[in-house]
């Protein structure tokens, strides 16, 4: 197993514009209200899509080459801001599901489901309340400082649509943070 310390997490990383304004939002925050704690420990505004698993890294890796294998470049649409109530707000852009990025979450899903029964993948098990987001402001964020998030946040138009052209793989630590290990393209 690959850094038993550590985690690792399937995402897609944000593009182009959308990529942009939050990483706009992230350095506005942390200029203006003292909130960083997500892009401090992030290489990249992303969405998770499976996440809390350990691996042997090769047969990871054919793993997520196979599921990229199978998917083209497809478009999901970004739904403003969204807020959940946690012990500190979690601040994050909200995603529509759509038939291809069900499919791609599914798909993930039933693949390393397999791969945690042949034992090369440990520790993994499905989110039943996962939803489709990219954090903004989590943990440094409070309700006293919501207010001020929001009013940054919400100028920028996270209502576009972005194109998926393939998943990163992240191993992360609580004391290190995220770091992107590798990309599977989706076929051309």
């Not at 959308?18 to 704690?37: F, T």
Request: charged share 25%.
């Amino acid at each position: 197993m690959r850094n038993a310390e550590k985690g690792l997490a399937v995402v897609v990383e944000l593009q182009g514009q959308l990529e942009g304004l939050a990483r706009k939002v992230w350095k506005e925050l942390e200029e203006e209200v003292c909130v960083k704690y997500i892009p401090s420990l992030s290489p990249a505004p992303h969405i998770a899509l499976e996440y809390g698993f350990k691996a042997e890294y090769n047969r990871l890796e054919e793993l997520l080459t196979n599921v990229s294998s199978r998917f083209s470049s497809f478009s999901i649409n970004g739904m403003g801001l969204g807020v959940f109530v946690d012990d500190t707000p979690v601040v994050h852009i909200r995603w529509q599901m759509n038939k291809h990025f069900l499919g791609l979450k599914n798909t993930l899903s039933t693949g390393l489901l397999r791969a945690n029964k042949q034992g090369f993948i440990t520790e993994y098990e499905s989110d039943e309340n996962w939803q489709a987001k990219t954090t903004l402001a989590y943990k440094d964020s409070s309700y006293e400082k919501l207010n001020q998030i929001l009013s940054i946040a919400r100028p920028y138009n996270f209502r576009q649509k972005m194109i998926v052209n393939g998943i990163s793989l992240y191993e992360y630590s609580n004391e290190k943070g995220e770091q992107k290990l590798d990309f599977f393209p989706f076929k051309t």
